[in-house]
């Protein structure tokens, strides 16, 4: 199936192996950027799959899935994390590619991204030789201390410190059983930034792009708001398994919320005709300050009630005209 392919086409794949490659190493090499540059691991996966189809898809996730292995020295399960977002790029180029609602272009790629990671998560445990339990336990202590280590590096007090090592045991314990929820979450957010930077990339170097419609308009099916009340409703029952079943719905689903409401804060910077630059400070304050991010969340849940931008209204005048 490679060998059939032309010699423009092996030289596109080889830059996008290279591509990919060259933000892996950032992502190693500079801890700077390193959570930034390893969310976007999917993007020349995503972009040359759409460009140049699956075969090259194909070709550009296994050897680049094979440098990076031998890049970070071995299999580790940081590097399945990589690996998985390799089969993200690949799975949203695909869905592009077809031309499916954006709602199933960002579904799939996260169902992709959450069977894939459990699968060689198994896989990791078994060529470890260690329960899965005991893995995921280890994986988040080692992030804690490191996480711990760093806040020392940069002279925060030493109460403060002394409090967040005290605390270690009990934020370990929350966090291993909230990972489901961090894991979709996490899925869904990597998947649509990689689908708007595809998107952009795709129309910047003149392709044909997937019409959505205007992604200012979009709002999430209406049961899911339901769905996060009874998560809610379980955080009140004193029972807890039900604490920790209804913290993993809600924090699964905050981020659909989230994307609703940049999309209604879009919708705005639109209709007032914001300058690009002051736009783009506006969406980095949401990203850094948590009382902009939580007020962007309010949005897109009330919108079901509230709706900020009248689209059922114009939605109803429609259908009566």
């Known amino acids: 199936m490679f060998l059939a392919m032309d010699g423009d086409v092996l030289k596109k794949s080889a830059a996008g192996v290279g591509f990919t490659c060259l933000i892996f190493a950032a992502t190693l090499y500079i801890p700077i950027i390193g959570f930034i540059s390893a969310m976007v691991i ?116 030493e109460e403060t410190l002394q409090t967040l090592s005290r605390s270690m045991e009990t934020i370990q314990y929350v966090l291993v059983r909230v990972i489901p929820g961090i894991a979709v979450m996490s899925a869904l957010f990597v998947t649509w930034v990689n689908l708007l930077m595809t998107r952009s990339l795709v129309k910047f170097r003149g392709l044909k792009t997937p019409d959505f419609g205007s992604l200012t308009q979009w709002k999430s099916p209406e049961v899911l708001v339901w769905v996060v009340i009874v998560g809610g409703l379980l955080l009140l029952i004193p029972v807890k398994s039900l604490k920790i079943i209804g913290l993993n719905i809600v924090i699964a689903l905050i981020m659909i919320y989230f994307i609703q409401g940049i999309s209604i804060v879009s919708f705005y910077f639109d209709k007032r005709k914001f300058p690009r630059l002051l736009r783009w400070v506006l969406y980095g304050l949401i990203g850094v300050q948590q009382l902009f991010s939580m007020l962007v969340i309010g949005l897109g849940f009330f919108d079901l009630w509230i709706d900020f931008r009248k689209i059922n209204k114009n939605e109803k005048l429609s259908s009566e005209s």
């Not at 399945?80 to 390799?86: K, N, Q, S, T």
């Not at 894939?116 to 988040?140: D, H, K, P, R, W």
């Open 42 to 157: 999917p993007l020349p996966v995503s972009y040359y799959r759409y460009k140049l189809g699956k075969s090259a898809g194909g070709l550009i996730l296994v050897i680049s899935g094979i440098i990076m292995t031998i890049m970070a020295e071995g299999f580790s399960f940081d590097l399945a994390l990589f690996a998985v977002l390799l089969v993200l790029g690949f799975v949203l180029g695909g869905m592009l590619e077809e031309g499916v609602s954006v709602e199933k272009t960002v579904l799939y790629p996260c169902l992709s991204v959450v069977g894939s990671g459990i699968a060689l998560a198994l896989f990791y445990s078994a060529f470890s030789q260690t329960e899965f339990s005991s893995l995921v336990n280890l994986y988040v202590k080692q992030n804690l201390d490191m996480t711990l280590e760093l806040y020392r590096q940069m002279s925060m007090p």
